[in-house]
């Protein structure tokens, strides 16, 4: 387990305290970063329904997954293993059985199926038809809405949290640093993403790096002015600008960070557009403190840039830390006009002023942790437009 | 793009025909690989909503995502421009708008508010929520579950696509290989997992790989008693099993394969379980061919193992192929009792007889294409428990 009972206990306790102030007697959580969270529960079965239920009443969550994946409950949680609830392998993606018709079996074996549920219901996994299944199911069970109830509870982070994402941080400088080395006229779109792995899983030599929830993203020339292209075998050309945007990732913990690299001498266009970006990261980065709104670092960040005449339409950086696939983000506060979030110490960002016009774009971006009277940037690595030319030169 | 538009075409030709069949006049598609099958949209922006529109009278499809995602649709698919519309970047994971508000104000606006409407409602990227808020914005409409559709549609692969699968297939058999020759005593987990990945993406000199839709899996000891864990920057010990499950990919078709290793010699209880594994392996590859059913497979398996004593209680294979995270398989057809489809030539399945017993497990898998009369494995590695003894030998 990654952390010790007495903080899962907290969290659960922390959980129990919002579900009561919601009036939730019975929370079906099937966020995987959630059921991590609670319980410690690690695997690659997501893509089968599984969940952790917290009934408000009871001591210990329930896990309910698919029985090969019931040893790596007992492997990877703090749960007593009669609280571990395999289901048969029949329910497995058939079109006959919902693993939703066995958790309702369970819920009404307990004794909790007149009560007001929780679901989550704005998750990656926990789908319409998981829903429709188990109104079906709990025909006298009354539910409400608890999606990212316990995503704000991640919110705030533990010292050993933060330690985690330290040590994400020390992966991403390096799997970043690797990738911009490697990065060259004639050099393949992939080769350098397979370094980038190498770099991100290997770790360190005191520690190992887990794999990031989402994978590098490293468009280049023309598809810079898009964020989200991953990588094709195709070779660099003189003059391609690359972005990358990776996170290095300990224990399920990710520090993102994402950087701008030029094959050759940049054009003057996509210098200015540099040198606005990092000015404007700066500045946020000057003003962040505890007791201000989220919104207040997106004014300075507008105001910041608005004598270059560049505008930005997207979010400026959202909250994250602990994730699986497909996204390392919280989706609790964001970075943007009208959050309201007043920050706290040790909340967790990653602030990824990315410009993307329609020809080229450019992001540096940086992950913090705000601090008793600041923040602090959990990697430290030079900010600019990095220029290969010929051999690792910087701006 | 990954294929001609004339193949691109053909796909949703065919789709249409099955929402014919089914009364759907417009299908809302928002499982990434059915986007990226009938549109060629690729790009890792599935952790934000989005979506492909197909209507049943109108030739093209109309994609609709994240502003920032609009360029990579304008690069990746072969839609004219003006079908791609983006929505304001204010409707990500805020919890006062919803994309799917956009996607019924955009339905309404081309006039198909009253038809009947196709919904994946079992599927990662449709979350309940998704489904409660397009209802509450098209009250005219009707609603029908269209999950698998599509997937249906790609359950028999064109010549090109199984070219893609063979390449994969590639990549896999050099990862593999990798992978096991550093597997030793005293070599950390994550160091393994790095050199595999490092072999996934940077394929061979003449393609690269893409990035696989599951991580590699490679569960070791005790562990190897359930089958999705990842990995750890623990070092093998002598002794250990050594699971290995993983996928080449090459333009996101797939080509799974797991194999099982021995630091030193193994138990006799190891052995023999390899050996019932792999002979039933080949038993049912010897007997696949086109005309017979799914389940015909898996009696074939159950007949083979019985005299050992083993039983094997979990599904011993799926259809799979091109495909983006959390999971590589299709989701159709599963090799299982009660699974009634025909295979056809062309169809693609991976079969995995992973048997895990509660103190140790071992698997040995083959992806396959079904020929005009049987069956060819896309990889042709030994299926045998690998032993590492100082050197890399085979059993």
Redesign the interface.
């Known amino acids: 387990m990654s952390f010790g009972t007495a903080e899962y206990k907290e969290r659960i306790r922390k959980t129990k305290e919002r579900m009561a102030s919601k009036g939730i007697e019975v929370l079906l959580i099937t966020d995987p970063a959630n059921m991590n969270y609670l319980s410690g529960y690690?695997?690659?079965?997501?893509?089968v329904h599984q969940m952790l239920v917290i009934i408000s009443d009871e001591d210990q969550p329930i896990w309910i997954g698919r029985?090969?994946?019931?040893?790596?409950a007992k492997?990877?949680t703090w749960l007593y293993h009669e609280n571990i609830i395999p289901y048969?392998?029949?329910y497995?993606?058939?079109?006959t059985k919902h693993p939703m018709d066995f958790v309702a079996d369970i819920v009404k074996q307990i004794g909790q199926d007149k009560r007001s549920i929780g679901?989550e219901?704005?998750?990656?996994?926990?789908?319409?038809?998981?829903?429709?299944q188990l109104k079906k199911g709990l025909p006298n069970a009354s539910f409400q809405?608890a999606?990212?109830l316990v995503n704000w509870v991640r919110n705030v982070k533990s010292d050993l949290e933060i330690e985690y994402m330290k040590r994400a941080a020390i992966i991403v400088e390096k799997a970043m640093m690797d990738g911009i080395g490697l990065i060259n006229e004639g050099v393949?779109?992939?080769?350098v993403?397979?370094?980038i792995?190498?770099?991100?899983?290997?770790?360190t030599e005191e520690?190992?790096?887990?794999?990031p929830a989402?994978?590098p993203?490293l468009p280049s020339g023309?598809?810079t002015?898009?964020?989200?292209?991953?990588?094709?075998?195709e070779r660099y050309k003189q003059g391609d600008t690359v972005i990358l945007e990776l996170a290095g990732c300990y224990k399920r913990y990710h520090s993102p960070l994402a950087r701008t690299v030029n094959i050759g001498q940049p054009s003057e266009k996509i210098k200015a557009l540099s040198e606005v970006v990092v000015e404007g990261l700066n500045t946020c980065l000057d003003m962040i403190k505890p007791g201000i709104a989220c919104e207040e670092i997106e004014e300075t960040w507008r105001k910041s840039i608005k004598k270059s005449g560049i505008i930005k339409?997207?979010?400026l950086g959202?909250a994250m830390g602990l994730n699986y696939?497909?996204?390392w983000?919280e989706?609790t506060a964001?970075i943007?006009?009208?959050d309201k979030t007043i920050l706290q110490p040790n909340m967790t960002f990653h602030l990824i002023p990315g410009i993307?016009l329609?020809q080229y774009g450019f992001e540096a971006s940086e992950s913090f942790r705000v601090t008793e009277t600041g923040c602090e940037t959990f990697a430290s690595l030079p900010r600019h437009l990095f220029i290969k030319d010929g051999v690792l030169t910087k701006n």
């Not at 690690?42 to 893509?47: N, V």
């Not at 029985?67 to 790596?72: E, K, L, T, V, Y």
């Not at 996994?125 to 998981?130: I, N, P, S």
């Not at 393949?188 to 080769?191: A, F």
Request: aromatic letters at 16%.
């Open positions: 690690d695997g690659w079965s997501f893509y029985g090969q994946d019931a040893n790596g492997v990877t048969p392998d029949d497995v993606q058939s079109d679901v219901m704005e998750n990656y996994y926990f789908t319409a038809k998981c829903y429709e809405d999606t990212l393949r779109e992939c080769d993403a397979a370094k792995f190498h770099s991100q899983i290997t770790g520690f190992g790096g887990d794999y989402i994978m993203l023309e598809k002015s898009t964020p989200h292209l991953t990588w094709t075998d339409e997207s979010r959202y696939p497909p996204d983000g989706h964001s943007r006009k009208g993307w329609d």
